[in-house]
């Protein structure tokens, strides 16, 4: 269990505090707000975030996180 439970995270320029009892990864942060993790892009700190990291990147408060939702079209 983590000691200070609280997150502050900047999610596409929105600020957020997040309480989470264990370490919570890019994929926690996915699914939390209700993306669909395969029609997405993820930049965290200013790297993108390959889909094959989601559930091994582990979060850190004060990190930087934007979410791009992929559409199709024409």
Known sequence: ???NNYFNLRINGK???IFCFYHLTIYH???FF?????LIAVEY???IISPNFY???FVISNSNIE???I???G
């Open 29 to 31: 942060l996915l699914i």
């Open 15 to 17: 600020q957020y505090k």
């Open 45 to 47: 700190n200013g790297k």
């Open 1 to 3: 269990m983590l000691k």
């Open 67 to 69: 979410i791009v939702t």
């Open 55 to 57: 559930k091994t990147k």
């Open 71 to 73: 559409v199709g079209g």
């Open 34 to 38: 209700d993306f669909k993790v395969n």
